[in-house]
């Protein structure tokens, strides 16, 4: 009788049987590396104000109260919270049945590829681009295509419709503001977008904004109106400052998220989460004030970085993509023995910083200017 054999023994999951479209891929995560200053991962730098935490204590403390039942199923107290701060947001009336939610955004994507995606369909995005769509394209079966970005990052509405046209997806991913880029997409590059996906035949297109909130630009929500196939995919996560929570939606005509709800686990969003989430909507304008101060900071990153004589795309989001350099990786490591970690993407020439508090931001600052000067010597 043979043994199973044990961690360590140099087993690969490509020797497992698994699904022949995961052969050879490499799991989604960031570095988290002990050093003094970590901007690498796009999360708001601020703690949650005491206030909330008082308040998330307050309504996890009622909901344990009920943890011997099962949470509400539909969430419906949170999905009628997150339709008000759209509609206050946005300007653009958003209600109940138009909103889900979920364990992240991430998990929002999953299911709508579950839902429209899955074995023998197609999904588009346009690369470089946040990875998990291709990565979650992959695990739910969902046949995965990489679409063009101009020179600058930005989608050129052209050949993204050439490219709709030629492959015929069933779902389509516009990025805005796009990582790890920074870039926004306009609302008639969307528009053009969508218009060619239905020429294909119904195809169900998703605009992530996980980063809106730190936008120069207005949401895209309002273009979801008269348009059962668009959706909008937003997160907690950034400007909530509430990456450890996991809570991400979705904003889309009410069929939608009827659809979604087909492939729901039972029960997969807790009380906990429902109830923390909660608790920071109530407090929308203190955490909104952050995300004011996060744009000035990230503007000031565009400065100085430009006037030191970097590269930089133009970001909407809460962070920065800054180079050219001949070596990315090698800029990264020395960035990193300065005390800083920031993003190598795998973007050639790039890396990805994110806005940090003002004294954070000046360490990433002091240890660019001194790779600027290794590198002028």
């Given at each position: 009788m043979s043994e199973t054999p044990a961690r360590g023994d140099g087993l690969h999951p490509d020797?497992?049987?698994?699904?022949?479209?995961?052969?050879?891929?490499?799991?989604?995560?960031?570095p988290q590396l002990d050093v003094p200053v970590q901007l690498n991962t796009n999360e708001n730098p601020y703690p949650l104000p005491e206030p909330l935490v008082e308040r998330i204590a307050e309504r996890v403390r009622e909901a344990a109260r009920g943890l011997n039942r099962y949470p509400d199923r539909d969430a419906v107290e949170l999905r009628t919270a997150l339709a008000g701060y759209l509609t206050r947001t946005t300007g653009h009336p958003v209600t109940t049945d138009q909103v889900w939610a979920a364990n992240g955004s991430n998990e929002v994507i999953q299911q709508l590829l579950q839902t429209f995606g899955g074995p023998g369909r197609t999904a588009i995005g346009f690369e470089p681009s946040y990875s998990m769509h291709g990565l979650i394209s992959r695990g739910t079966g969902t046949h995965w295509i990489s679409g063009p970005r101009a020179e600058d990052f930005t989608i050129d509405p052209g050949a993204a419709a050439r490219a709709v046209a030629e492959h015929r997806p069933d779902v389509v991913f516009i990025t805005s503001p796009n990582n790890p880029t920074g870039t926004a997409v306009d609302a008639d590059t969307v528009l053009a977008l969508y218009e060619a996906a239905?020429?294909?035949?119904?195809?169900?297109?998703?605009?992530?904004?996980?980063?809106?909130?730190?936008?120069?630009?207005?949401?895209?929500?309002?273009?979801?109106?008269?348009?059962?196939?668009?959706?909008?995919?937003?997160t907690m996560s950034k400007a909530f400052g509430a990456a450890g929570l996991r809570l991400g939606y979705l904003a889309a005509h009410p069929a939608v998220v009827e659809a979604v709800q087909l492939v729901r686990l039972p029960y997969h969003l807790s009380a906990v989460t429902q109830a923390t989430?909660?608790?920071?909507?109530?407090?929308?304008?203190?955490?909104?004030?952050?995300?004011?101060?996060?744009?000035?900071?990230r503007d000031r990153l565009v400065a100085e970085l430009?006037?030191?004589?970097?590269?930089?795309?133009?970001s909407d989001a809460n962070f920065v993509q800054f180079g050219r350099f001949p070596d990315a990786h090698e800029a990264w490591r020395k960035i990193l023995d300065r005390g800083v970690l920031v993003r190598d993407n795998g973007v050639p020439g790039w890396l990805r910083v994110t806005a940090g508090t003002p004294a954070e931001n000046d360490a990433?600052?002091?240890?660019?200017?001194?790779?600027?000067?290794?590198?002028r010597a």
């Open positions: 020797d497992l049987p698994i699904r022949e479209e995961l052969r050879g891929k490499s799991a989604y995560g960031a239905q020429a294909v035949g119904p195809t169900l297109v998703v605009v992530d904004e996980a980063y809106v909130e730190f936008s120069h630009r207005p949401s895209l929500l309002p273009l979801i109106e008269g348009r059962p196939e668009l959706v909008v995919s937003r989430a909660l608790a920071a909507l109530e407090h929308t304008d203190t955490l909104l004030g952050y995300v004011e101060q996060l744009k000035d900071e430009r006037a030191l004589g970097f590269e930089v795309t133009e990433f600052l002091d240890a660019v200017r001194e790779l600027k000067k290794e590198q």
